[in-house]
């Protein structure tokens, strides 16, 4: 259990402390000794995780030492991590990137597609890595029935996607006709492809995993491409699952 405790950025002697805590409550003296906390150490380390509202005291004479809600400590430390986690993994994102860039070179973290092949490439980029959910926000521009050839690549990937797990949440236009794959997706697998309703005219784009962002630059000409940009960033990818999540809640 230590080595858990410790694992989610707990420290060594305040995890030892939890060990014993997580069972009974216990005085200073008592709680040193089953701990195996030195008694020259404990109160100071005591007085530190009750200012961090770990654990609480008892008002009775002599004062119990103990955990008041073990899954809410335990939730916030891994919340804690994740989130340390997550702003290591951006960070090291972000210097590959830059190191890239003074190399001239495009990072998979961070890619730039300006003509229609790129449109297709990356398109298809975003299906073949998604792993767990896909959200997708399709604006008052959309049309369904233009550029077959690529729409149609794209469908069964969504379709491959979707037979190894992957769940897509999708908002389209009202006025839009889903292409046959798709509707039957919709019909046949409805926890798996789900599709409301809502005119919107924000940016189409897709949130992969709730981590990876796909951001499509169109308007109503489908000739006036303004390019595609695919970036992995948690931060981004959970403000888009915000929006995405208002508008699914206000979709038909």
Same mark, same amino acid.
């Given at each position: ?51 961090? =509202? ?20 335990? =939730? ?8 340390? =986690? ?119 784009? =897709? ?46």
């Amino acid at each position: 259990m230590i080595s858990e405790l410790k694992q989610i950025g707990i420290g060594y002697y305040e995890a030892k402390i939890l060990e014993v805590l997580l069972k009974e409550k216990l005085d200073i003296r008592e709680l040193s000794r089953k701990s195996k906390v030195p008694f020259g150490k404990i109160y100071s380390i005591i007085k530190n995780m009750k200012e961090k =509202d770990i654990i609480k005291e008892t008002n009775s004479r002599p004062k119990l030492v103990y955990i008041e809600d073990v899954s809410e400590i335990i =939730d916030r430390f891994l919340k804690e991590r994740q989130e340390k =986690d997550k702003k290591l993994a951006e960070s090291i994102r972000n210097n590959i990137i830059n190191i890239k860039k003074e190399r001239g070179e495009q990072s998979r973290f961070f890619e730039i597609g300006t003509i229609m092949d790129d449109n297709k490439r990356i398109q298809l980029r975003a299906f073949h890595e998604a792993e767990t959910e896909v959200l997708q926000i399709f604006n008052i521009y959309h049309k369904p029935s233009s550029n077959r050839e690529s729409k149609i690549i794209w469908e069964k990937e969504i379709e491959n996607a979707v037979k190894r797990g992957v769940v897509f949440k999708s908002i389209y236009p009202k006025s839009a006709v889903l292409p046959p794959i798709l509707k039957r997706l919709d019909e046949t697998t409805p926890r798996k492809f789900h599709v409301k309703r809502l005119n919107n005219d924000f940016t189409r784009c =897709d949130i992969i995993d709730g981590r990876k962002v796909l951001i499509k630059l169109v308007q109503k000409d489908i000739l006036q491409f303004g390019g595609i940009i695919f970036i992995e960033n948690e931060k981004l990818a959970e403000n888009l699952t915000r929006i995405f999540n208002q508008m699914w809640e206000n979709a038909e």
